[in-house]
């Protein structure tokens, strides 16, 4: 267990970023929150930590989000998901996380500006009808996103992609992507165990650190709670272009 109070002030702010994430505010403080842990520790390390407390988190998640979800998206992503982390676990050796960091980002900037421009440039005004449910898009969001969550720990914006469109409730979005992400970070435990990421003194960190981690989860729902759709999708979609820019940043070495 780490006994140096500066890796202490860099995990911190970083359990306490990712839980805000978990309880509904963004992926983009979730990936925050790693690079500072990084800090003091290696990626690989900081991946390792974390993910323990991803999974607390989600427990805690689960059960605040528990009336909430669209079981319909669930149903045709999630097979997609599973799909991407069991190709990433087989292709990790193979495929540079770097350069899929830069696919994402890139594909999710476009995705988000193409949303702003449409919805504050010129012509603005227009609205646009939720899209239904598209199987195949689906199944290469949801593979992609198992895929980009296993190698590269950018899962998010391609759920994103594929989910936000929707329009579901806040409340909906938000219990659905807290239990595709749940899902994922539990069947993920099986790869980062065989790989030998999640020794015993990675774990005894991850324990130190619980405590911070329910505190932010429950701020980061409280505010999801209290925002109206006309909020919660500007923010989301602002949430998921910071993302995908601290996506791409790391992939490039910036």
Known sequence: MPQDLSFY???????LLVGLAKGG??????????????????????AAILLPILVFMDMISLVIWRGHGDWATLKIMLPGAILGIALGWATSALVPGDMLRVVIGAVTILFCLRYFWNNFGPGAGKITPPRGQRPVAASFWGTFSGYGSFVAHAGGAPFQIYALPLKLEPRDYTGTSVRFFAILNAIKLIPYFALGQLDTQNL???????????LATLAGAWCVRRMKPQIFYPFMYAMALIAAILIMREGLGW
């Not at 002030?9 to 359990?15: F, R």
């Not at 005894?204 to 329910?214: C, I, N, Y």
Request: no cysteine.
């Open 25 to 46: 505010m963004g992926d983009a403080l979730s990936l925050i929150g790693l690079p500072f842990l990084a800090l003091v520790v290696s990626p690989v390390e900081a």
């Open 204 to 214: 005894v960190t991850s324990a130190t650190l619980l405590p911070f981690a329910p």
């Open 9 to 15: 002030y860099a995990a911190v702010p970083a359990v």
